[in-house]
C-alpha cells in the first residue's frame, strides 16, 4: 500500500508535466500553423486597395518562401527574363511585392491576390519615365494566364520537392528549426499537391486551339465556370480586357444597368463579392470579416473617380467634337441604353465571350453562393443576348478597345473593320496621345509584349462600326472630345 501511495506522488507531477508539454505543442502547432496575425495598417485607402488582403491566403495562398524561390529555381518557365516582372505586374520601388500580391502570416507568411492584380493601371508619357500608377484602372500589362501556367508547371516539374526548395529557401532565409521541419516535411509537399489540383481546373488553357490570352486579358466566366461550380471544360472560348474598376456607383441596376461585359451580373455588390470569391478559392474563412471588406470596396470603387486626361487638351476642338458625338455615340454611350445590354446582332462584335456562360451556368452559381450563406442579387438568370453599352468615364485609359481588346485605339477604331490592325503587340505601357491608345507597334512594342492576332478564335476586331465613316476632320474633332470623358 505505501509503495501505490509513493507511484501515485509521482504520477501526479508528471501527468502535469505531460498536460503542460500538451499544451505547449499545441501552442506551437497554432501559432506555427494557423494563428492568423491578421493586416497592417495603410496609410490610405489606395495603399489598402493595392496590398490589403481580402481573406484568400487561408485556402489560396503560396508559402512565402515558396512564393519568393519559383523564379529562381525555374526561370525557363517564366513568359519572359525578369522574375515576377515578366508577368506585366506593377511594381512599386521599395515594396515587398509587386500591386496586388498580399503578404499575411496565418502560422506562416503567405501570398495571395487582391483585386488591384487586375485593376491598377499605368502608363507612360515617354520610354524613359516611371510608369504612372491608376489604382482601379485596368491593368493592360498583366500576363495571367502565364502566371497560372507558371505556378501549376512548376509544381510539376520532378525538381519541385523538399531538397531543391530547401537549398534555395536556405540561401534566401534564415528560418528557425521548427519552420525548417515545417516546409520541409508539410508545407512543401502541400504546396505542391495544391497546385498539381489546380492543373485540371486549368485545363483548357493548355489547348493547342485555342490562341494565348495575353496581356491584359482574362477569361473571366470560364474561370467562373471550372472554379465557382466545378463544370466539365466545354469548348467555350471568350476572354476579354480588364475592366476599369472606378466609379462604380455610376451603375443602377434600377434603370435596367447590368455588369460584366456581357451584362450577366446584376449590380456592383454582386460583381466584387463573385470577383472576391474567385480569389478565395473557397468559402470565406471568415464570413463578417469577408462581408467587411466587401463593405469597404464597394465604397472605394463606388466613389474613385476615373482619371483625368494627363496631355493637353485643344479645348476649341473639343467643342467642335461634342455635336459629332451627340449624332455618333451618344445614343448608345450617353444615354437610357448606358449600362444596358445591345443585341449581338446590332453591335456586331465577337461573340466568344457570350459563349462561355449561359442561364444555367448562372443558376448553379448563384446557388453555390447561397449555400455559402452569402446574400446578393447575383448573376442574371436568363440568356445573353449581347454586349452592354460602356459608360465612356476615362475611355482614354481603357486600351485596347472592344470586349476582347481587339481594336489597340481609338483612332483605329473609327475605320472600318476591314482597315483595322490585324495583328499588333499588347502590354506596351507608353502612351500615344495622337491615336489614343498605347503603342502597339515597333520593337519596344514586340519586346514588352504580347501578339494579338484578330484572324485567331475570341480574338475578332469586327464590329462596332458606328463613326467609321465621318470624315476625318469630325473624327479628329471626335477623339479630341473623348479626351475630356
Not at 161 to 187: P, Q, T
Not at 200 to 225: C, S, V
Not at 267 to 295: E, T
Not at 428 to 439: L, R, S
Request: charged share 25%; with cysteine; hydrophobic share 40%.
Amino acid at each position: 500500500m505505501a509503495k501505490l501511495c509513493k507511484c501515485s506522488r509521482w504520477l501526479i507531477p508528471l501527468g502535469i508535466v505531460a498536460l503542460i508539454m500538451v499544451a505547449v505543442l499545441g501552442y506551437v502547432g497554432w501559432d506555427r500553423f494557423f494563428r492568423d496575425y491578421g493586416q497592417p495598417s495603410f496609410s490610405s485607402a489606395e495603399e489598402r486597395f493595392k496590398y490589403g488582403s481580402i481573406g484568400a491566403e487561408f485556402d489560396a495562398g503560396i508559402p512565402y518562401w515558396i512564393f519568393y524561390v519559383l523564379p529562381r529555381m525555374f526561370p525557363e518557365k517564366l513568359p519572359k527574363p525578369g522574375g515576377l516582372a515578366a508577368f506585366g505586374v506593377n511594381w512599386e520601388q521599395g515594396k515587398e511585392l509587386p500591386i496586388g500580391f498580399t503578404k499575411r502570416r496565418i502560422g506562416f507568411d503567405r501570398v495571395a491576390n487582391n483585386c488591384a492584380a487586375c485593376h491598377v493601371a499605368s502608363y507612360r508619357k515617354a520610354h524613359n519615365e516611371n510608369p504612372v500608377l491608376i489604382a482601379t484602372g485596368p491593368n493592360h500589362t498583366l500576363d495571367l494566364e502565364a502566371f497560372f501556367r507558371f505556378l501549376v508547371d512548376c509544381a510539376k516539374d520532378p525538381r519541385f520537392n523538399a531538397d531543391n526548395l530547401m537549398s534555395e529557401i536556405n540561401g534566401a532565409a534564415k528560418l528557425d528549426w521548427i519552420d525548417r521541419m515545417a516546409y520541409r516535411f508539410l508545407i512543401i509537399p502541400i504546396t505542391k499537391k495544391r497546385l498539381l489540383e489546380r492543373e485540371g481546373q486549368f485545363q483548357w488553357i493548355y489547348r493547342h486551339d485555342f490562341p494565348e490570352w495575353g496581356r491584359g486579358r482574362d477569361d473571366a466566366m470560364n474561370l467562373t465556370k471550372y472554379f465557382m461550380i466545378r463544370w466539365k471544360m466545354d469548348d467555350t472560348f471568350g476572354p476579354t480586357d480588364m475592366p476599369s474598376v472606378w466609379n462604380l456607383k455610376k451603375y443602377k441596376p434600377e434603370l435596367g444597368h447590368r455588369m460584366n461585359f456581357a451584362g450577366d451580373s446584376h449590380d456592383p455588390r454582386s460583381v466584387v463579392m463573385d470577383s472576391a470569391l474567385g480569389l478565395l478559392g473557397a468559402a470565406p474563412h471568415d464570413k463578417n470579416d469577408f462581408l467587411k471588406q466587401i463593405d469597404w470596396l464597394l465604397d472605394y470603387l463606388g466613389n474613385t473617380p476615373a482619371p483625368k486626361y494627363p496631355f493637353t487638351i485643344d479645348q476649341a476642338l473639343a467643342a467642335k467634337g461634342k455635336p459629332v458625338f451627340d449624332a455618333n455615340c451618344m445614343q448608345c454611350h450617353a444615354s437610357a441604353r448606358t449600362g444596358t445590354r445591345i443585341p449581338l446582332a446590332e453591335i456586331g462584335t465577337d461573340r466568344g465571350r457570350m459563349d462561355t456562360w449561359n442561364q444555367q451556368a448562372a443558376i448553379e452559381a448563384n446557388k453555390v453562393v447561397r449555400d455559402m450563406g452569402l446574400e446578393r442579387k447575383g448573376l442574371v438568370e436568363e440568356p445573353l443576348i449581347g454586349y452592354v453599352a460602356q459608360f465612356l468615364d476615362g475611355i482614354w485609359l481603357r486600351a485596347p478597345y472592344l470586349h476582347n481588346g481587339s481594336i489597340p485605339s481609338l483612332r483605329d477604331l473609327l475605320k472600318p473593320p476591314s482597315q483595322r490592325p490585324q495583328a499588333f503587340w499588347r502590354g506596351y505601357d507608353v502612351y500615344d496621345p495622337a491615336k489614343m491608345g498605347f503603342i502597339s507597334q515597333g520593337p519596344e512594342a514586340e519586346r514588352a509584349g504580347t501578339k494579338y492576332d484578330t484572324t485567331l478564335r475570341g480574338n475578332g476586331n469586327m464590329g462596332h462600326d458606328f463613326g467609321t465613316g465621318l470624315p476625318e476632320e469630325d473624327k479628329h474633332a471626335l477623339i479630341e472630345y473623348l479626351r475630356t470623358l
